[in-house]
């Protein structure tokens, strides 16, 4: 896989979007790399935590404007059709994302746009440098977003101001993303990288079963009665009841101790 690069240590699972020369363009390669980065991160019993960050200027331009000005020539028939597919080609990946088995941290920095917003949503903590800018942009190519930004970005900072970000296509300085909730903190350019792997490595010695079935329920939370959701909840605190870190919690809770959990 040359647009992501991956690597895993200390149960963290590192992804790079690695297209510096196109700001980390989404095209269909580095959407393909990313699917099989995830098939990885599914399959492996030993990672705890996904750690997603980019190279070059910044963090993603959105999808790939030169890809999409080469077909700007074909017929109106022939350009929805493939730009159909193009789109759904994307959810399997969206899918996966919403569904690991692991906590994901993001790092972002200059640029996230289009896409690149859509992508840390799926995200559960955001570390966003302070260079950094949000714009979902796609209202100045005269399209909709896609990747999932419609369905996460009202839940996350409610209808009006999603419109406003929608329909403005506006930049969002870090600082104010953190307020409005599409980041979780904003740190100096130069301590991005320790900041977000010092969080990473936090949530890779934690519980990770509790995180997965954690994640699981907050995710599905706007989707369900409150009816059913107390039967989920009931259903996982079980669950994690049976694991060998729910007994190291509770033992190192009254042994006035620093659990140590082994994600098992």
């Known amino acids: ?45 030993t990672v705890r935590c996904v750690l997603l960050r980019a190279t070059g200027a910044g963090f993603m331009a959105g999808g790939d404007v030169k890809f999409f000005h080469q ?7 022939e350009r929805r059709e493939l730009f159909k597919q193009f789109v759904e080609g994307i959810h399997p990946f969206v899918a996966r994302m919403t569904n690991l088995p692991v906590p994901v941290v993001a790092a972002v920095h200059g640029a996230v746009a289009g896409f690149g917003v859509s992508l840390t949503m799926l ?38 101001r999603a419109k406003e970000i929608a329909l403005l296509g506006g930049r969002i300085p870090g600082a104010e993303a953190v307020a409005l909730g599409l980041a979780n903190k904003v740190v100096p350019r130069a301590e991005l990288e320790k900041e977000a792997a010092t969080l990473a490595g936090r949530l ?6 509790a995180y997965a079935r954690t994640r699981a329920l907050l995710n599905s ?4 009665g ?33 659990p140590v959990f082994r994600g098992r």
């Open 71 to 77: 077909k700007v020539s074909l017929g109106p028939d």
């Open 204 to 209: 890779a010695s934690g519980p990770t079963q």
């Open 226 to 258: 409150l009816e059913e959701q107390l039967e989920a909840e009931a259903v996982n605190f079980s669950e994690c009841s049976a694991t060998d870190d729910f007994a190291e919690g509770v033992r190192s809770f009254v042994e006035r101790r620093k």
């Open 1 to 45: 896989m040359k647009n992501v690069l991956t690597k895993q240590e200390d149960g963290i699972y590192e992804i790079v979007l690695n297209r510096p020369e196109s700001l980390n363009a989404l095209n269909a390669e580095m959407r393909d790399d990313l699917l099989k980065a995830l098939d990885e991160v599914s399959s492996s019993t």
């Open 123 to 160: 995200c559960d903590f955001v570390v966003a440098s302070d260079d950094s800018f949000f714009t979902l942009a796609y209202i100045h190519l005269g399209t909709t977003p896609d990747g999932s930004s419609t369905y996460f970005l009202p839940r996350l900072v409610g209808l009006r």
């Open 221 to 224: 939370a706007f989707d369900r």
